[in-house]
T-cell receptor
Framework: SQELEQSPQSLIVQEGKNLTINCTSS?????LYWYKQKYGEGLIFLMM?????EEKSHEKITAKLDEKKQQSSLHITASQPSHAGIYLC???????????FGTGTRLQVFP | ETGVTQSPTHLIKTRGQQVTLRCSSQ?????VSWYQQALGQGPQFIFQ???????GRGNFPPRFSGLQFPNYSSELNVNALELDDSALYLC????????????FGNGTRLTVT
């Protein structure tokens, strides 16, 4: 969807390196969701952000929502091969639970 | 494991045919959403059902239709299949509260030849 832009489209990093994926919206977000997808499989929920300036962490993954609620970043510390996959941000623009997704960022982590 | 199961996992159909995809949601999840994901793209919202009624629809033609049943199962029906309907179809269920995360199944890979 053009409403949500993700960058980069793909990322190849060496194991142990840190990385950041960005998700930018042209409109204010009521909620921003991060999912991970293995190729050809369903989406696994990672985190949800609602408040401007909010930050959440789970294991080595941290997600932030900026103050204006139009951009989010996903940061992985000390990446591992298990982090490989497609990361998708999904946005709720109307305070509903109908999500619009970005096109995804494909992450590869090599030993 | 999200508790959302979809069947079949793979399906091959011919252009012009009709197809029914099935989804079993988590118990207690009254909302089910269907998404279409083309290769290399993010999921596109098809429609959502809440307590057996359609509750929002994306930019998909009427030949895409759905049903939701009281036992937390649901169906996606597509008539007059076109080649561009080839995609991964994902079902997602959620609680009936705003900002409740969607829990996705593993999808059905549909190929239209």
């Amino acid at each position: 969807s053009q409403e949500l832009e993700q960058s980069p489209q793909s990322l190849i990093v060496q194991e142990g390196k840190n990385l950041t994926i960005n998700c930018t919206s042209s409109k204010t977000l009521y909620g921003l969701y991060w999912y991970k997808q293995k190729y050809g499989e369903g989406l696994i929920f990672l985190m949800m952000l609602q408040k401007g300036g909010e930050e959440k962490s789970h294991e080595k993954i941290t997600a932030k929502l900026d103050e204006k609620k139009q951009q989010s970043s996903l940061h992985i510390t000390a990446s591992q091969p298990s982090h490989a996959g497609i990361y998708l941000c999904g946005a709720d623009f109307g305070n509903t639970d109908k999500l619009i997704f970005g096109t995804g960022t494909r992450l590869q982590v090599f030993p | 494991e999200t508790g959302v199961t979809q069947s079949p996992t793979h399906l091959i159909k011919t252009r012009g045919q009709q197809v029914t995809l099935r989804c079993s949601s988590q118990s207690g999840h009254n909302t089910v959403s269907w998404y279409q994901q083309a290769l290399g793209q993010g999921p596109q919202f098809i429609f959502q059902y809440y307590r057996e009624e359609e509750n929002g629809r994306g930019n998909f033609p009427p030949r895409f239709s759905g049903l939701q049943f009281p036992n937390y199962s649901s169906e996606l029906n597509v008539n007059a299949l076109e080649l561009d309907d080839s995609a991964l179809y994902l079902c997602a269920s959620s609680l009936e509260q705003i900002n409740s995360p969607l829990h996705f199944g593993n999808g059905t890979r549909l190929t239209v030849t």
